[in-house]
Nanobody
Framework: QVQVVESGGGLVQTGDSLRLSCVVS??????MAWFRQAPGKDREFLAS??????????GNSVKGRFTISRGNANAKNTADLQTDSLKPEDTAVYYC?????????????????WGQGTQVTVSS
């Protein structure tokens, strides 16, 4: 059974930073991604990273402010999301997703395994 667990959310002020962490427990080696969903909106792609960490992609709304990274060889199925220069519009539930071979890195439908989400709230 595959489990995905996120951590690191919280309440911050405009301009602050947060580091979100994701750990996947499972039998394989997974590509990982971060999405977010604000109330009344669709789930939005933020960033993805391949199994080796060699291919990284970002959504347009966070490019230049957010950075995704994988753990080292001893923590292969982990992925952090460093979020900088946070704005009130970044307020959402942030989800980590994993899949052995996502066919469309930006699409939530490509990922089989999801965490419960962690709330990020940015006050003005």
């Amino acid at each position: 059974q595959v489990q995905v667990v996120e951590s690191g959310g919280g309440l911050v002020q405009t301009g602050d930073s947060l580091r979100l962490s994701c750990v996947v427990s499972g039998p394989a080696f997974y590509a990982m991604a971060w999405f977010r969903q604000a109330p009344g909106k669709d789930r939005e792609f933020l960033a993805s990273i391949s199994t080796t960490g060699g291919r990284i992609r970002y959504g347009n709304s966070v490019k230049g402010r957010f950075t995704i990274s994988r753990g080292n060889a001893n923590a292969k199925n982990t992925a952090d999301l460093q979020t900088d220069s946070l704005k009130p519009e970044d307020t959402a539930v942030y989800y980590c997703a994993a899949d052995e071979n996502p066919y469309e890195f930006y699409s939530p439908k490509s990922y089989d395994f999801w965490g419960q989400g962690t709330q990020v709230t940015v006050s003005s």
